[in-house]
């Protein structure tokens, strides 16, 4: 199972050789890593599909002294949809930073940024060891703080200095937690962690920092305040990685933390209080972020408010499987917020790269000025248009069945009040979108915007994410079978041979 | 004045950061022992407390120390600017490349007993492995620190 250390060291390698190469070959460097990482994360899913999950001990040393690589379903969705938004948004990214003398030199950073950021991500998806997957998630969050701030603007730096010291904080409250756990058990994997812990205070506070910790770095309702300006002032590519992938690396990681260490302390008890409030904060998130995006009037701003409102909807797994310990509608929950992940991935990838679209043809992201836009950018209205649909879960997209699959299991487990949230974060959504595409409808008054030529790439590549959006709502069943029964079941029940 | 001071402050017209001819001859007399300091920690990590990173740390330190008297431009001499970007990545090519060549001769990543070196004694071999890739270390610290500090001064 080599290759589990050839999706990690890949990007970590063309980013470093994309530091010595000279510019004009950075950019194929960069694309012959994406494809290779692509492959080799398509393999570790068929692996998955055929066999189930595996495990590596690094350099032969077993858990307790070494560090493991562990793959489960979960890791290789996360995988594929990072490779998948990884190589789109890099063929988007060769057009983009090619196009004025301006955008070259941030090009020549991008790169190595972004390969080291997509290293750090898989690492954090395969790691298996606490404090490895704090390391890992620095490394993507400090490459992720480069990229907000390659543009050089003011607006980016102080969006960027924000970014840094919300993440940086959310890093060492997680840091301090799995210190207290290791002076508590002398453990640090996953899975030799979750059979040695017993509810006791220093071990309540380890996973009460922790969460926390992870909370502000995946932004969820009162520590959302870094991601709309990061987001925003980022360039395009940059906020459709951010945006797409960078959050969802430390919900993966509270995901883990939650259902694969701390289960026996968040099954019962006691844990159902935080299950809740976590829910809580994630339907004021989805009201609050959506609320605030149908009210901004700048496109890259409505989009950024959008993923706080949609990030929102990946927490109610928390209350939905907190009540008992492994109830029926547990496979509901995980394929409904694994779909979630997917679909709102792709289809806000698309909607930044769109956005970026426009914002070079026209000058300005501003609503107001898109009179007229439908005619004459077709293709760029049309995957506005076809990844909108999926962020409002309109059938037959993703969206639909991620947010079908988790209204049932939220109606299955009995927590009736969180399915009103649900609908109401669909309609925002949709009054959001709308709000979008109506002002490209609107014909221009005599003196139209002279618009910019967009390159070919840039015009298709926002297309080919938004239809894989809809694509992949005809394929869940591939999905919820690679998820098989629950992903922390699987590992604390034999850890795929454990040491 | 001193002839330090002619050979700091007037070549080309290069412009020094400080103009004391004391803290001129302390730099240049205490670089070179931070240097042999940074060396000797650095080939001591392997095997007694040392090691690549805080080897990098004390070169670096040696570095900085002149770029801080000196002058960015003198001491461009000891250590160029456009150089640490590619030193620092050469040094990361080799830590990952020691990796590599053991998995490709069949061991895991890092696995040092598989490097394709026939010639050294398993023991010695695994010693000399840390060593190198130590090396690598050492680079990417020194001159990442270095980058940095060129970095904030340009801004």
Known sequence: ?499 | MTPTRVDACHIEGMKSQTDSPIIHVCARGLAPVILIIGLYVFFHGHYSPGGGFQGGVLLAASFLLLRMTLGTQISQLVMPSRLTITLSAIGALIFAGTGLVAIFAGGNFLDYGFLPVPWFDPAYLRNYAILFIELGVTLTVMATLVSIYDDLLEA
């Not at chain 1, 998806?125 to 606490?130: G, R």
């Not at chain 1, 806000?348 to 026209?362: D, I, N, P, T, V």
């Not at chain 1, 967009?454 to 590549?461: E, G, H, Q, R, Y």
Request: one cysteine or more.
């Open chain 1, 1 to 499: 199972m080599n290759q589990m250390i050839w999706v990690v060291l890949l990007p970590f390698l063309g980013s470093v050789v994309c530091l010595l190469v000279h510019r004009k070959l950075v950019f194929a460097l960069a694309m012959a890593a994406s494809l290779g990482t692509l492959a080799v994360a398509a393999g570790l899913v068929a692996h998955v599909w055929e066999h189930a999950g595996a495990r590596v001990e690094l350099g032969g040393w077993a858990a307790p002294l070494g560090i493991a690589l562990q793959l489960d379903g979960l890791a290789a969705l996360f995988l594929l949809l990072t490779a998948v938004v990884g190589v789109l948004v890099g063929i988007y990214a060769g057009s983009f930073f090619a196009q004025t003398s301006e955008l070259r030199p941030m090009g020549i950073h991008f790169w190595p940024l972004w390969l080291l950021l997509w290293g750090g991500l898989n690492g954090v998806y395969l790691c298996s060891d606490a404090f490895n997957a704090y390391v890992l998630l620095e490394i993507s969050t400090l490459a992720a703080v480069g990229l907000t701030v390659l543009s050089g603007s003011t607006a980016s730096l102080v969006a960027g200095l924000r970014y840094l010291l919300a993440a940086m904080f959310g890093s060492l409250m997680y840091l301090l937690g799995v210190a207290l756990l290791y002076a508590g058990t002398g453990q640090l994997d996953f899975v030799l962690l979750s059979r040695s812990l017993t509810p006791q205070v220093h071990v309540v506070t380890a996973f009460g920092l922790m969460v926390f910790g992870l909370l502000l770095k995946s932004a969820l309702l009162p520590f959302h305040f870094w991601l709309p300006p990061a987001h925003a002032s980022a360039p395009a590519p940059v906020s459709a990685i951010l945006s797409a992938l960078v959050v969802k690396a430390s919900f993966f990681l509270l995901l883990k933390i939650w259902f694969v260490v701390f289960d026996s302390l968040s099954g019962e008890g006691p844990g159902k209080m935080p299950g809740q409030l976590l829910g809580f904060l994630g339907s004021l998130a989805v009201v609050w972020g959506s609320f605030q995006a149908v009210r901004q009037w700048r496109l890259k701003s409505l989009i950024a408010y959008s993923t706080v409102g949609q990030l929102g909807y990946l927490f109610f797994i928390f209350p939905v499987l907190s009540f008992s310990h492994s109830p029926p509608h547990e496979a509901l929950a995980w394929g409904g917020t694994v779909f979630h992940l997917f679909s709102h991935g792709l289809a806000k990838a698309s909607l930044f790269l769109a956005a970026g679209c426009l914002l070079r043809a026209m000058g300005t992201d501003d609503l107001h000025a898109m009179r007229d836009i439908a005619g004459r950018m077709p293709v760029i209205t049309f995957s506005l248009g076809v990844a909108g649909v999926s962020l409002m879960g309109l059938p037959p997209s993703a969206g639909f069945v991620a947010k079908w699959m988790l209204l049932r299991a939220v109606l299955a487990s009995g927590q009736w009040w969180w399915a009103p949230v649900i609908v109401l974060g669909g309609l925002l959504t949709a009054a959001y979108v709308f709000k979008i595409l109506a002002y490209t409808f609107v014909p221009s008054q005599g003196d139209a915007v002279r618009l910019q030529p967009v390159s070919l790439a840039m015009t298709f590549v926002p297309l080919a994410l938004a239809m894989l959006c809809v694509l992949i709502g005809f394929r869940a069943d591939e999905v919820i079978l690679l998820l098989p029964a629950v992903p922390g079941c699987e590992m604390s029940a034999g850890g795929g041979g454990g040491p």
